[in-house]
């Protein structure tokens, strides 16, 4: 079964850098969309990041120009470089991925999502 596993959050003052880690485990068969969620105390889940099969890749407005996803086919890792981080980026970041696979001998589309990783950003 496919896993993802979030990895590189913690504190930060305003102006920071931090880079997240998302690995992939099991067995994939094609990755349809791949991307970053998050969740602020009180706010409800938000889109970061997501790329396509196409090969499309969509940030929100609030982290254009400051924040990128890239990936590593080899190491099976995506990862979120955020620059220039804020107080309001804040939040729980979690991994998200639309994936193809086989459970128990039967062909699957799942949705799956990492356990999140916080991002505090201090003013």
């Known amino acids: 079964q496919v896993q993802l596993v979030e990895s590189g959050g913690g504190l930060v003052q305003a102006g920071g850098s931090l880079r997240l880690s998302c690995a992939f485990s099991?067995?994939?068969?094609?990755?349809?969309?791949v991307g970053w969620f998050r969740q602020a105390p009180g706010k409800q889940r938000e889109l970061v990041v997501v790329k396509t099969s196409r090969g499309s890749t969509n940030y929100a407005d609030s982290v254009k120009g400051r924040f990128t996803m890239t990936g590593d086919n080899i190491k099976d890792t995506v990862y979120l470089q955020m620059n220039s981080l804020k107080p309001e980026d804040t939040a729980v970041y979690y991994c998200h991925a639309d994936v193809e696979t086989v459970v128990n001998s039967v062909y699957r589309e799942l949705e799956v999502w990492g356990q999140g990783t916080l991002v505090t950003v201090s003013s």
């Open positions: 099991g067995r994939l068969y094609n990755l349809n969309t």
